[in-house]
């Protein structure tokens, strides 16, 4: 069966930091396109990074340069560090799985039951 | 960036009734979009892809029509378990993006 399972979340203070986890089942990690997705309170669905399989990495505007996304091949897991933590970075954090066609990632196809990040002093 | 615009906001639906639900894309990407459906308190699940066909498992009672910028998701007879927002995501181009979400509520 193939399924995710993130953990990790938290109350963290403006400007600290944390580290989310995505532990994968069914499907090695190395070989997709692994993405995060985030939900903030009320709100849609925001994508924030993908890992490549190759490595590479793609981040959105809003958390580039805070935001780090990686894997770990023995754990099969991914993971998403996060620094410089603000206020709107409070989101529900989703791991998905992402489907590929001629390389490019086109949707997510299997998603976690997502972790819940809160930003607030 | 794309926009993509879901109307209506909430549609109110009786069970066994059918349900149309629209996305619009500020541009034109083909066929290039996906549907989700998110059930309170759950994580996304794929309904549909390349704007018309159905993921694995998903009923028939779920369709998707549409290429350009205008999309259609029809559920034909609305189960208690249909009830949820729903989400369309287009794939022309980066970012992707997603629709704010139409909440399909009894």
């Known amino acids: 069966e193939v399924y995710l399972v993130e953990s990790g979340g938290g109350l963290v203070q403006p400007g600290g930091s944390l580290r989310v986890s995505c532990a994968a089942s069914g499907f090695t990690v190395r070989t997709n396109y692994m993405s995060w997705v985030r939900q903030a309170p009320g709100k849609g669905l925001e994508w924030v990074s993908i890992?490549?399989?190759?490595?590479?990495?793609y981040y959105a505007d809003s958390v580039k340069g805070r935001f780090t996304i990686s894997g770990h091949n023995s754990k099969n897991t991914l993971y998403l560090q996060m620094n410089s933590l603000r206020a709107e970075d409070t989101a529900v954090y989703y791991c998905?799985?992402?489907?590929?066609?001629?390389?490019?990632?086109?949707?997510?196809?299997?998603w976690g039951q997502g972790t819940t990040v809160t930003v607030s002093s | 960036d794309i926009v993509m615009t879901q109307s209506p906001a909430t549609l109110s639906v009786s069970p066994g009734e059918r349900a149309t639900l629209s996305c619009r894309a500020s541009?034109?990407?083909?066929?290039?979009l996906a549907w989700y459906q998110q059930k309170r308190g759950q994580a996304p699940r794929l309904l549909i892809y390349g704007a018309s066909t159905r993921a694995t498992g998903i009923p028939a009672r779920f369709s998707g029509t549409g290429s350009g910028t205008e999309f259609t998701l029809t559920i034909s007879s609305l189960q208690s378990e249909d009830f949820a927002v729903y989400y369309c995501?287009?794939?022309?181009?980066?970012?992707?993006?997603f629709g704010q979400g139409t909440k399909v509520e009894i």
């Open positions: 995501q287009q794939y022309s181009d980066w970012p992707r993006t």
């Open positions: 890992l490549y399989s190759g490595g590479s990495t």
């Open positions: 541009q034109s990407i083909s066929s290039n």
């Open positions: 998905a799985r992402g489907k590929t066609e001629s390389g490019e990632l086109i949707y997510l196809d299997v």
